[in-house]
């Protein structure tokens, strides 16, 4: 209740008095603003056009150009770390989020799991009576919460957001999406031949959402958090907008970075006299070499068409996201609300360098240390940015679109952590077209929000103490373009990587971060740059302020101490495996799965990776029968036991890498029959990939053998899920169509066994269990 019942009581209604405002929700703030928050993925500071970049972004541009353009925005270098910030307040170590929620590892600073003691930004708006909306990418829902019967505390809507519509995880396929509403999982609406596309969804979502808003509460002011899936991998578009940058990209990365720093100068980005940082500017044998990059003079002409497409690819994403922002926009100016709507349009982390130096076709092989077949990928050229491919750029445009500055996403310089920012606030903010060059951070975004809706941080959430919040307002700066910066210390951690900005100056830590998996931090050597003077850090002064450098790093580690920074994490794949979250496996190593459900999520799953399995299928079938018993992953890395024109098989894609590793067998005749698979590990590849033997069974008999490898790590990196009955998602195999429900027959169950135990030991108990019914 907003107060307490002020009306009259006695025994009988005709004598009473009710009282409706006792009821009556908290209203927000006389003349309080709607906020729209909009947070894009993995994009440099040098790839738009309103900081000099070569992609058009219409929508960003008109709000540049009647808003605020920040040069000195910084994120975390990661995805879910800077989105916790935009949730909370307060770092990304304070939420939990050091890294990515599939790879937390238990410690405080990197569970996956938001404090109660960090109340988030929707839940306080909510409570002083805004209505509160979440589109598009989530991935800050811990890893043990992600599947259909788990704890919804942590999702959307346990955060405060009245609605949800969008994806649980990192990234997702942008033309077969795993979609949820509120707190369950839906199949997309419509298909790719149909005109779908994520983004479009997305925005889709939003104007019915802000459109509901308006038709019952018309004087409430609402939050939507809008998150599209771009420009994170894969990098999907329609074609039309891939074609209208053909060309564009021909000169190379290089070449790109000294056209676009002058550019960025003289729109007032970056101050005269900034110079271009080296190409790899670190010290050998301190970064991965899926980092580095090749040169574009020792590219072949092949090579280079390539490359070129993918940023094209890249740049025609990223304008498609943004006229699909451009028609909320719209919705917005055409119902009178863009002039007191505060609109925040960022990044939130530098442009990604998870391509490898060759480019990608499917992306998952990073996510697995698998490395890029340049050949292979050479013959995909014309289906990149459609449902075929699963591409990212090379790490030189990584470089390019993170101009001046050193690396990319994940790494600690400027070149993970330095973003755009737009501010668009016409009845708050009367400067037009002007830059701020304000050092800010991330935290910092909802002390702003906060400031410019009237609304105080509450001491106290549901009887828990808050932590207070450790960002500063920008809203200062809105209208004071030389006020000085009120910020003075800002840490960075990202994946061991190491950096700490006080008062114009900052230190880095010369490390590589994950998948490279160097450790010994203390033996690092730490740079210097003077920030305020070498934006680009650029210029290492650590050998002529030495005072000045141990300054810096007693700070880093006296922050690192305070905001549950440690321990350090750079561990490679194969050793991350070891530490992030998995599901218990039972005692006797088994798991069932039933038909009609929701897909499982891969971390909630059986793991079939790098180890010996067995997947059996306890079946009744008929003469009809046909379509998927059981699959897992996508045609980019994945596994389906299917059954198809009378034939049943078993089909392993690994990675997306033809040819598909397939055994096949006639269907069992009419009745219950127990169908599946073994596979036998007997080795481990060149990449850590398992190698053995898979065995078709048809109930008692093995039918067919063939010599596999299996993945290391995901299947995919979010979503794709294991599902009993159909195909969810991008389909395993194109043999046949999307999903292929199963028919014809019944599934009864589907167990997983991943103890040591042989084959024939389950095959016997379902067995005995047929001889039973």
Not at 170 to 196: F, M, R, S
Not at 373 to 394: E, F, Q, S
Not at 486 to 515: C, D, F, N
């Amino acid at each position: 209740m907003a107060r307490e019942f002020q009306g009259k009581i006695a025994l009988d209604v005709r004598d009473s008095t009710p009282d409706w405002g006792a009821y009556e929700p908290t209203k927000a703030p006389e003349g309080a603003p709607n906020v729209l928050v909009i947070l894009f993925d993995d994009t440099g500071l040098a790839a738009w056009e309103p900081y000099g970049g070569r992609i058009h972004m219409p929508t960003l541009q008109r709000l540049a150009d009647n808003g605020l353009t920040y040069s000195q925005w910084h994120t975390t270098a990661l995805c879910s770390p800077t989105r916790s910030t935009f949730l909370t307040g307060r770092t990304h170590h304070q939420n939990g989020y050091a890294t990515i929620s599939e790879s937390a590892t238990g410690f405080p600073g990197y569970n996956g799991h938001i404090p109660k003691s960090n109340a988030p930004l929707a839940r306080i708006l909510r409570d002083n009576g805004w209505s509160t909306y979440w589109v598009g990418k989530n991935h800050n829902v811990p890893i043990n919460a992600i599947s259909s019967g788990s704890d919804r505390s942590e999702w959307p809507l346990g955060h405060g957001f009245d609605r949800f519509y969008g994806f649980i995880g990192g990234e997702t396929n942008q033309w077969y999406p795993d979609l949820a509403v509120d707190n369950h999982y839906i199949d997309q609406p419509y298909q790719p031949e149909d005109g779908y596309h994520l983004s479009k969804d997305l925005a889709d979502q939003a104007i019915r959402m802000l459109r509901d808003a308006k038709q019952s509460t018309p004087d409430k002011p609402w939050y939507l958090w809008f998150c599209p899936g771009a420009n994170h991998a894969p990098h999907h578009a329609p074609q039309e907008y891939i074609d209208k940058y053909r060309g564009m990209f021909d000169d190379g990365y290089e070449a790109y970075r000294e056209w676009v720093l002058p550019r960025m100068i003289e729109r007032g980005i970056l101050p005269e006299g900034t110079q271009l940082t080296d190409m790899n500017p670190m010290t050998p044998g301190t970064f991965a070499e899926v980092d580095s990059v090749r040169p574009w003079a020792e590219l072949t002409d092949e090579e280079k068409a390539l490359f070129s497409r993918t940023a094209e690819v890249y740049a025609g994403f990223s304008e498609y996201t943004d006229a699909q922002v451009g028609r909320i926009i719209e919705h917005l100016e055409k119902s009178g609300q863009l002039d007191n709507t505060l609109i925040i349009y960022a990044a939130d982390n530098g442009a990604s360098g998870e391509g490898s130096p060759n480019g990608s076709i499917n992306e998952n092989l990073f996510f697995n240390g698998y490395p890029e077949d340049v050949a292979r990928n050479l013959t995909m050229i014309d289906k990149l940015g459609g449902p075929d491919a699963y591409n990212h750029y090379p790490t030189g445009w990584a470089m390019a679109f993170s101009t001046p500055f050193r690396m990319f996403k994940r790494y600690s310089y400027a070149g993970g952590s330095a973003d755009p920012l737009i501010i668009h606030w016409p009845a708050g903010i009367t400067a037009r077209g002007e830059v701020r060059s304000q050092y800010h951070h991330c935290t910092d975004i909802v002390p702003t929000i906060l400031e410019a809706c009237g609304v105080e941080a509450p001491t106290v959430v549901d009887g828990v103490e808050q932590t207070p919040m450790p960002g500063v307002p920008m809203n200062y700066s809105f209208d004071a373009a030389d006020a000085p910066t009120t910020k003075q210390t800002q840490y960075y951690e990202m994946l061991g990587t190491r950096g700490i900005w006080s008062k114009g100056w900052k230190a880095v830590a010369e490390h590589g971060p994950v998948p490279i998996g160097l450790g010994h931090f203390d033996e690092d050597r730490w740079q210097l740059f003077h920030v305020d003077e070498d934006r680009a850090e650029a210029v290492d002064l650590a050998d002529r302020y030495p005072e000045k450098l141990a300054e810096l790093t007693a700070l880093w580690l006296e922050e690192a101490k305070k905001y549950d920074v440690l321990p350090l994490n750079d561990l490679g794949v194969a050793d991350f495996i070891k530490y992030e979250y998995h599901l218990p496996v039972p005692a006797d190593g088994r798991f069932t799965y039933y038909p009609e459900t929701t897909e499982v999520q891969e971390q909630l799953a059986a793991r079939t990776q790098q180890v010996s399995f067995k997947i059996l299928a306890e079946v009744d079938f008929t003469a009809a029968t046909e379509g998927v018993i059981v699959a897992q992953g996508s045609r980019f890395g994945g596994y389906s036991l299917y059954v198809q024109d009378g034939t049943l098989s078993f089909v392993y894609n690994f990675l997306g890498i033809p040819p598909e590793q397939r055994v096949s067998t006639p269907a069992p005749t009419e009745g219950r029959h127990i169908v599946g698979v073994g596979f036998e590990k007997e080795g481990t590849g060149d990449h850590g990939e398992a190698l053995g033997t898979l065995t078709l069974y048809v109930d008692d008999e093995a039918v067919e053998s063939i010599p596999i490898r299996t993945q290391l790590g995901r299947y995919a990196l979010t979503g794709e899920g294991l599902s009993v009955g159909y195909d969810s998602g991008d389909t395993v195999t194109t043999a046949y169509p999307n999903r292929f429900a199963f028919t014809g027959g019944e599934i009864h169950q589907v167990v997983y066994d991943v103890a040591d135990d042989h084959y024939v030991d389950v095959e016997r108990e379902f067995a005995a269990k047929l001889a039973s019914d």
